[in-house]
């Protein structure tokens, strides 16, 4: 039951484009691109800011102690 093969992922995808159509999934994967790209982007923008809020936070504590 868990051991797909070529043939069924071919009938998959076959049935996929019979519902959704071709111009409808093209459109979702753009999406899907355009989402990754703006979470990279977010993601390598600034890395060293949440380390700079965490060292605050410590000396915050630190000196309430």
């Known amino acids: 039951m868990g051991n797909i093969g ?3 992922i071919i009938i998959i995808a076959v049935l996929v484009v019979i519902l959704f159509g071709k111009g409808k999934i093209s459109s979702i994967m ?4 355009k989402g990754i790209k703006s979470f990279k982007k ?3 923008d600034d890395p060293s800011a949440g380390n700079d809020n965490s060292e605050k936070d410590s ?3 630190s000196e309430n102690k």
């Not at 753009?30 to 691109?33: E, M, R, W």
């Open 6 to 8: 070529w043939t069924g």
């Open 30 to 33: 753009g999406d899907l691109a």
């Open 42 to 44: 977010g993601m390598s």
């Open 59 to 61: 000396d915050t504590n």
